[in-house]
């Protein structure tokens, strides 16, 4: 079955520091692969996705990921955090084939940005 | 509509009762997923509907849980005989098709059992 672990629960990270957290998946094959975010009272908002191709995917407000298949991660970067991404993110992985098209999600990672 | 909205944003309800959960999926999308979010844990699959095909209940935790989607579109979630560890955010997506193309997320509905 598959499986996503995201190891750090809470990450504190000051306004203007680079970011990454981390995201482990266990899959048989190359997933397909999503971070999502979620602020306080609100659903979630897709920050990027990784189907194929580059490894180095580009996603909204400045998010990047990298996927290295050999370390099963995808790991979401950002070069230089704003006090408005203090929110949870979640990764997620889905399958490439087959019926089943639900997402399995990581039990999430909260950021909080200190000023 | 713009987005994917659900109703009620919140409800508590006593043990014991039933509660209907609603989804509105954006227009024109063919896939809908119901999730559960419990305090500080990840989003537990709960189903999936797919066009006309018969949904995938696979994540549904007891018989207490059911859900339909009507005419392709709106979907209810209705739990039967809520107990206090149904309390949790139900989260409703929306995507065009089924084949993992970019699920859209719904605000949820906060469900207390009291």
């Known amino acids: 079955a598959q499986s996503v672990t995201q190891p750090d629960i809470h990450i504190t990270v000051s306004e203007g520091a680079s970011l990454e957290l981390r995201c482990n998946y266990s899959?048989?094959?190359?997933?397909?692969l999503f971070w999502y975010v979620q602020s306080p009272g609100q659903g979630l908002q897709l920050l990027l996705k990784y189907f194929s191709g580059d490894t180095l995917v580009q996603g909204i407000k400045g998010f990047e990921a990298e996927f290295k298949r050999s370390q099963s991660s995808f790991n979401l970067r950002k070069p230089s955090v704003h006090w408005s991404d203090a929110a949870e993110y979640f990764c997620a992985v889905g399958p490439l084939s087959g019926s089943a098209r639900q997402l399995t999600f990581g039990s999430g990672t909260q950021l909080t940005v200190l000023p | 509509g713009a987005g994917v909205s659900q109703s009620p944003s919140n409800k508590v309800t006593e043990k014991g009762k039933d509660v209907e959960l609603r989804c509105d999926p954006i227009?024109?999308?063919?896939?809908l997923y119901w999730y559960r979010q419990s305090l500080g844990q990840g989003l537990e699959f709960l189903i999936y509907?797919?066009?006309?095909?018969?949904?995938?209940k696979s994540g549904l935790p007891s018989d207490r849980f059911s859900a339909e989607r009507t005419g392709g579109s709106v979907s209810t979630l209705t739990i039967q005989r809520t107990q206090q560890e149904d309390s949790a955010v139900y989260l409703c997506?929306?995507?065009?098709?089924?084949?993992?193309?970019?699920?859209?997320f719904g605000q949820g509905t906060r469900l207390t059992v009291v």
């Open positions: 509907f797919q066009g006309n095909s018969a949904p995938d």
């Open positions: 997506a929306s995507s065009r098709t089924g084949s993992n193309t970019e699920a859209f």
């Open positions: 899959y048989g094959a190359t997933p397909y």
């Open positions: 227009s024109g999308h063919t896939a």
